[in-house]
Every structure is written in C-alpha cells, then in structure tokens.
C-alpha cells in the first residue's frame, strides 16, 4: 500500500532563517505531488506541483521555492522566512491527477 | 478566477441525525469532484468522489450528489456520529488538469 510521509511534524522558525519541508511516498512510481499551505481555520491554498522529476509549477509567486530530485521525493524551501510563512504545510500525491492523498502535514511557526 | 465554493460555513448536527454538507461550483467544465474530511491537526482524509458523467454515489455511510444544470454537489452523511466532527472540503477538477480546485470548508460539530 502506498503511503506519505511529512517530517518535520513541527517545526518553530525565527523570521529570515531557512526551511526545508520534505515529503517523500512510498508504494507508487511516478506520483504527482503537491504542496499546500493551510492557514488556521482556512482553506487550502495550492503552492507547487510536480508531475516528474524536476518538474515544478508554480502556483503563487513568494519566497518560497520547491524541488523533486527524486521520483518520490518532494521538498519545499525558503531562504528567509517571513512572519506570515507561519501556517500549516501539506504534501499530497495523486497517479491520476484525480484522487490527492494527503500526508500528516507541517506545522511551521515563525517568530 | 472560477472557484469551488461552500453554502455555509458550519453545521451543527445532533448525533443519530443525517448531515448533509452543500458545496457550489462554478467551473461548468469540471469532471471530477471530490469531498475530504480534515479532523484537527491531521491532513485531509478522501471520503468519496464522482465524476460528471454521474449524478449520485454511495459509500459507507455516506452519498455524494451532483446536480450539473445548477452546479450543485452535496455530501450526505448518515447516522452522524461524534467522528464525523471535522471540517469537510469538496474540490473540482476540470479536464486535462493536475489540480484540485478547494472550497472553503464546512465546520461539521455533532452534539451529543
């Protein structure tokens, strides 16, 4: 069976420090992955996708940045955090481009 | 641009009762629509889907409808019990495209 792993699960920041979330799954080839950031008590708001390996679409321009340098690996980065980086970071993979699998999330506090 | 939409924002249920959770689309062109359930502090969980071609479907305790002449897909859920306290999420998808279109989400607390 195939399943998403998210680490950090938690993870406290100053402001302009550097952030590496990584998300890799296990089970399936080829996956397509994203990234989400979820505010609290908001909805979902899409970041990055990758449909193959370094292949990446953007979907809000900001400071941060995503990467996939392996098939089943997906990480997103910053340079410098800002205040409102704070929030919640999920990874999800999809074969179909339908169905989205989530893993158990980041929550990323800056101070 | 054209986004998935909720009719309201929280429901609250008495436990026993039947739920039913509204969402609005305004991508005609969408195929696929998919309902998550996201209990606190956890990722999003897939409940069911249905694509366009057609107009209801059932899972264990659960039934998505869409209506595509109003845009209009509804997740049923019934029997609520206090684990079906969350927030529920429905997204669309248009043909030829990677991406999940969310919806703003519908707080579902059942009282006891």
């Known amino acids: 069976s195939q399943t998403i792993h998210q680490w950090p699960a938690t993870l406290v920041q100053p402001v302009g420090s550097p952030l590496s979330l990584e998300c890799t799954v296990e089970g399936t080839s080829n996956p397509n992955l994203y990234w989400y950031r979820q505010a609290a008590g908001r909805g979902l708001q899409l970041l990055f996708y990758?449909?193959?390996?370094?292949?990446i679409s953007s979907e809000v321009p900001q400071n941060l940045s995503a990467s996939r340098p392996q098939d089943r690996q997906f990480i997103l980065s910053s340079k410098k955090l800002l205040l409102s980086d704070s929030g919640f970071y999920l990874c999800?993979?999809?074969?179909?481009?339908?169905?989205?699998?989530f893993g158990p999330g980041t929550r990323l506090l800056v101070l | 641009g054209e986004s998935v939409g909720l009719h309201l924002p929280t429901l609250s249920v008495q436990e026993g009762d039947n739920s039913i959770i509204n969402c609005a689309y305004s991508n005609s062109a969408s195929d696929y629509f998919i309902w998550y359930k996201q209990e606190s502090g956890k990722g999003p969980q897939f409940i069911i889907d249905i694509r366009s071609n057609m107009d209801k479907r059932q899972g264990q305790r659960v039934t998505v409808l869409l209506n595509k002449t109003v845009k209009h897909l509804s997740l049923q859920i019934a029997a609520t019990q206090p684990g079906d306290s969350a927030v529920y999420f429905c997204a669309e998808k248009a043909p030829h495209d990677y991406k999940l279109s969310f919806g703003a989400g519908t707080t579902v607390t059942v009282r006891a």
């Open positions: 990758s449909v193959g390996i370094g292949q």
């Open positions: 999800a993979w999809s074969v179909s481009g339908e169905t989205q699998y």
